[in-house]
């Protein structure tokens, strides 16, 4: 690395324009007095003994009386501690700079288009952790295991969970056991499908199928953005397919979540 670039990653570092020519000159040097010092670091005499003091009090140097003040540079140790420390801190403020890019907070926003698959998968799981009284989701079995925790907690909660799961067409239905205790009603759709989940008809999770050229998100907490949504789901990704769980009572008090299933239902018996 050149000195310059040397002296400016000191500054970055928290160190002075002055303090950080002054370390890079004694390191440089060796063991000096602080006048030579001040003329080969190109720091005026009048302030070399204010960034000495100042170094020293960082631990960067060590200063002694011989016929005049002398200064060396203390062993790099606490120094390298310092930088690192620094560093890590520029690489955690990193990583944050990139979450927040990627993981936009949609509170006051209607909808936010995000670019990482994760992302909405973990929008979705705080969505589904927040429900209140209805889930419908369109998953892989994949994607439904890496929800299933938040899903069985809803359930758990009193929660309508509806999934519709989707397998490759020459794949047959899933066993129902890893819907026990989990879902409400379970459907089986011999298509790959996008990932869809609705929130309480409130709040929406969308991303392409994993095939997609374009695979990027939309998340939405919007009652009228996800009624658009909620339409598609119950045509496209629900009422077509045939269910392969249920654990809904068949006989009467039954309660239901959705209208248009309730009158669906009891037309028959009126």
């Known amino acids: 690395m050149e000195t310059e670039a040397l002296i400016e990653t000191f500054r970055e570092a928290g160190l002075s324009p002055y303090q950080a020519s002054t370390y890079v000159a004694l390191l ?3 063991a000096t ?11 005026p005499s009048a302030r070399i003994y204010d960034v000495l003091r100042a170094l020293e009090s960082r631990g960067y140097v060590e200063t002694y009386e011989r016929e005049h003040l002398c200064v060396r540079a ?5 120094v390298l501690d310092d930088l690192r420390s620094r560093a890590r801190e520029f690489e955690e403020a ?7 890019w990627e993981q936009p907070d949609i509170k006051g926003a209607r ?15 705080a969505f589904i952790e927040a429900a209140s009284h209805q889930v419908q989701l369109s998953v892989s079995l994949d994607e439904y295991e890496s929800l299933r925790t938040a899903l069985q907690s809803a ?3 009193g929660i309508s969970v509806r999934v519709t799961v989707y397998t490759s067409p020459d ?4 066993p129902e056991s890893p819907f026990a205790g989990v879902c409400t009603e379970v459907r089986h759709r011999r298509l790959p499908g996008p990932f869809v989940a609705l929130i309480d008809r409130h709040q929406t999770c969308f991303a392409h199928h994993a095939d997609s050229v374009d695979r990027y998100g939309v998340l939405v907490d919007d009652r009228a953005h ?12 629900w009422d077509p397919w045939p269910l392969v769980y249920s654990d809904r009572p068949s006989d009467p008090p039954m309660e239901y979540v959705d209208l248009r299933q309730c009158i669906r239902e009891i037309a028959p018996m009126v």
Do not use: I, K, M
């Not at 007095?33 to 720091?43: F, G, I």
């Open 28 to 30: 440089d040097v060796g």
């Open 33 to 43: 007095s602080a006048t030579e010092l001040a003329a080969t670091a190109d720091v």
């Open 74 to 78: 203390h062993s790099p140790a606490e």
């Open 94 to 100: 990193a990583e944050e700079v990139e979450t927040r």
């Open 111 to 125: 909808a936010s288009l995000v670019r990482r698959f994760d992302t909405v998968v973990d929008q979705a799981r």
């Open 155 to 157: 359930h758990d909660r």
């Open 171 to 174: 794949e047959g239905a899933p």
């Open 226 to 237: 996800t009624y658009v949504f909620n339409w598609y789901f119950q045509t496209c990704l």
